[in-house]
């Protein structure tokens, strides 16, 4: 499967974006999505993921939680990060990936080529 992500740009803290991540090939469906950012001179970071279909279980990590969601959109191949109350920290390249371990797997193996998110202060 290919991703790509868009959306990326330029906010002021306090403010939103959504990116997205559409995905070619069949049975998108059956991948567990997820969002990760590295900023300059960090590790990359896990941000959340979403489950394939069914109750579209979500997982975020304590750093964006109540501010970030993860939708999806399997007509569309599409999953989404809506990211509310932003801060200058949340600044980094965003990545999707996806995988069809299981929900909980942190091994990702199909992967976007990143969006950048810069917020001002």
């Known amino acids: 499967v290919q991703l790509v992500e868009s959306g990326g740009g330029l906010v002021q803290a306090g403010g939103s974006l959504r990116l997205s991540c559409a995905a070619s090939g069949r049975t998108f469906s059956g991948y567990v999505m997820g969002w990760f950012r590295q900023a300059p001179g960090k590790e990359r970071e896990f941000v959340g993921r979403i489950s394939g279909s069914g109750y579209y279980l979500t997982y975020y990590a304590d750093s964006v939680k109540g501010r970030f969601t993860i939708s999806r959109d399997n007509a569309k191949n599409t999953v989404y990060l809506q990211m509310n109350s932003l801060k200058p920290e949340d600044t980094a390249v965003y990545y999707c990936?996806?995988?069809?371990?299981?929900?909980?797997?942190?091994?990702?193996?199909?992967w976007g080529q990143g969006t950048q998110v810069t917020v001002s202060s």
């Open positions: 990936a996806a995988q069809t371990r299981n929900f909980y797997s942190r091994e990702y193996d199909y």
